[in-house]
């Protein structure tokens, strides 16, 4: 007999639960055993008696929490097909960051596919998301209302190189996540045809030197440290850092700044604003609204549980085209890349 999908999965104050493997996708507190779906802090955290997630997003979280993060790592090759108690499960790319998988469950006929978080347009620096037939497509839905459409992001790159060209005595000083923006960031800038130097605050370093270790080019990267060079070095420069930097006497060193952020909120202008943010970039590593609807259309479920994010109007979208759907009120995922 076919199991229901909620004998495979069920949600639980530490996340999402599979009671016949035992384990937890993405939990948001320590556990015996985790599934991990990408590096992002809200969904990687350290404390895991056993964790299996595919290398690099092992490698992702040896580098931020260090190598004794987890009692012990199991890496899943993307397709390999992992048995668990008793369901299987296998990853599959989610085009999120570096790494980022979708897992799907399985047990008995009945495969739910749980997305992380992801983005199907494609990403030089990751693998492009796959969308993965199954009964329950989980998904999430921090974009998920009809006013975010996200530009083409190249498009975006070209409006900071124009800014940057118009204002060479000044600073630019671009707000960017330290997984998966700032380095789709800057390969999209080396893209564009900019080969100068880009200055990057520490923070970056070592997930930018991981990037290049798995084959990402990244160009010419110098440290932007507050003892390096008088003010005037960094005029016409442009300079990367997490955005929590930028409140910093870390930022109030360089000449004239030009503060901007690339982010999906940046399409909401008062959060621009708000941010003290000159220049906003809207690009993210999640879907928007056409492409959660194209890709709910493409995987065609018979279902849809929809987390994190703005869930009603998602869910309003599947009932109006005739999808059962959903929302699982998890708790605890605030993405630190969008
Ligand atoms: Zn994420």
Known sequence: MTPRPEDLLVPRREGLYCPPGDFFIDPVRPVDRALITHGHADHARAGHGHVLATPETLDIMAIRYGADHAGATQPAELGEVIRIGDVTVSFHPAGHVLGSAQIAVERGGMRI???GDYKPRPDPTCARFVPVACDVFIT???FALPVFRHPDAAAEIDRL????ARN???AHLVGVYSL?????VIRLIRDAGYEKPLYIHGALQRL????ESRGVALGDLRPATVD???KGDFAGAIVLGPPSAFGDRWARRFPDPLVSFASGWMQVRARARQRGVELPLVISDHADWDELAETITAVAPSEVWVTHGRE???VRWCALNGIAARPLHLVGYEDEGD
Request: proline share 4%; charged share 30%; net charge neutral.
């Open 113 to 115: 596919v749980a997305s």
């Open 140 to 142: 999430e839905a921090t």
């Open 161 to 164: 190189l124009r800014s940057v």
């Open 168 to 170: 060479p005595e000044r």
């Open 180 to 184: 998966g923006k700032a380095q789709r």
């Open 208 to 211: 930018c030197d991981y990037y």
């Open 228 to 230: 390096a060079g008088a």
């Open 312 to 314: 009603e109007a998602l």
